[in-house]
Each structure stands twice: as C-alpha cells, then as structure tokens.
C-alpha cells in the first residue's frame, strides 16, 4: 500500500450523471494531484493543489471540477461528462510543492478509480 | 515542445538476462529524472530518483544512468525476473518546479 487511497475503484456513470472521485492520503503530505491515463497515452497532469490552494490548472475542462478541502483529501467532481472521458483517473501525492525540503518531487500514487461514461 | 520518448514496443527478455529500457527527451533540460513501475490497475510506484549532476544511480538490481549529452537515461534491471514483468515510465522533472512529465511507459515482459 502506497498509503494513497481512492474511492471508488470502478464508476460507470452516464453523460449526463454527476458524481465525484474521492481521494485520501495518510502520509503527511501537503500536495496532491490528479492525474488521467488513457490507454496508450501518457499520464496526464489535470490538476495540484499544494497546501490546499490549487496551483496547477492543465487546461482542463469545466466539467471536471477539484476540490480540496484540507491536505489529506482530494476529490474531483464530474458532471456532464463525455465518452472520450473514459479514462483511469489516479490520484497522487508528495511532502509539498518543489520546496527545498523536497525539490525532487517523489509522488505516490493512489490505485486509480477506473471511469467509464457511457 | 517538450517530448519524452520511451521504447514504443514491448520488451521481451528471457528470465535471469539484463533488460535495458531507454529514455530519451528533447527541448527539455531536466534537472532530474525519476522511474516508476507501473502494474496492470494500478497507480505507478517510485523506483529511483538520478540528478542531473550524478552518472549513475543503483538500488539492488536497478540501475539508471543519466546522460544530459545525449538527452538520455537507461533503466537496466539485472537478473530480471518474471515478476519484473511491468510498465515502466520516465518522469523528467525540475528542481525549481514540481511539475514533472511523465513518458509513455514501456511494456516488460520476462519469460521464464
């Protein structure tokens, strides 16, 4: 275990549902991404949050929608999705944002919550 | 545009020889380079972090050479085993910012 976890690990939802991806970390650390793996493509920043402020915004459409209400949670809201949003959706952390203490960045990995919009 | 090539095939290799997976990246000066390993479902795991101002890097039956010239870092894993069967992804990043971009990944496969 990663000490990352994420719920839930399978969602099918239709285009016109709203549901949310729920992300928790038990490591200390105060950043925390999400990221998007589609088959045969790179992993996809989508969003940081580092201290609870988010600092990264990776053009990403309005219809996904991150919150983070303190350091150890993450959740990224759905609403309005489309077909080619199918995807694994991982959540990460790391000790902080390219700070002194940590400026190599070591993240750890959530096991993803594979999404399916139908 | 930064880019980051990874072996685009799959790698097969008979269980106890050397696989060498290969990384490069172009309009891109990393000041460092992680690995990860990645299993079918699952989120990648941290394997070794190699700076820019270090050659090599080892941990057990890893090793990763970096080489700022050529744009260029070799992941070899020794004695492979079946169970070192996996994807394997490189993830230059910066020292000044913690964003870091993650290659494609390469597929290794270790046949008994």
């Known amino acids: 275990e990663t000490g990352v976890t994420q719920t839930p690990r399978h969602l099918v939802m239709g285009m016109t549902n709203k549901k949310s991806l729920k992300c928790e970390q038990h490591?200390?650390?105060?950043?925390m991404y999400w990221y998007k793996q589609s088959a045969k493509k790179p992993l996809e920043l989508m969003f940081v949050y580092n201290f609870k402020e988010q600092t990264e915004n990776n053009s990403v459409p309005s219809r996904f929608s991150p919150e983070c209400p303190n350091s150890s949670h993450l959740f990224l809201h759905l609403h309005t999705l489309q077909p080619e949003d199918s995807a694994l959706y991982l959540c990460?952390?790391?000790?902080?944002?390219?700070?002194?203490?940590?400026?190599?960045?070591?993240?750890?990995f959530g096991p993803g919550t594979r999404l399916t919009v139908l | 545009s930064q880019k980051i090539e990874q072996n685009s095939e799959a790698l097969n290799i008979q269980e106890g020889k050397t696989a060498t997976l290969t990384c490069n990246y172009t309009n891109y000066s990393p000041a460092y380079l992680q690995w990860y390993r990645q299993d079918p479902g699952r989120g990648p795991v941290f394997l070794l972090l190699?700076?820019?101002?270090?050659k090599e890097k080892r941990k057990e039956r890893l090793k990763v050479t970096f080489d700022t010239t050529l744009k260029q870092s070799l992941f070899h894993i020794t004695a492979s085993q079946p169970a070192d069967s996996a994807t394997y992804l490189c993830?230059?990043?910066?020292?000044?910012?913690?964003?870091?971009?993650f290659g494609s990944g390469t597929r290794l496969s270790i046949r008994p």
């Open positions: 993830a230059p990043g910066y020292s000044s910012a913690s964003k870091i971009i």
């Open positions: 490591l200390g650390h105060n950043a």
């Open positions: 190699i700076r820019e101002n270090e």
């Open positions: 990460a952390s790391s000790q902080d944002w390219g700070t002194p203490r940590n400026p190599y960045n070591e993240q750890f």
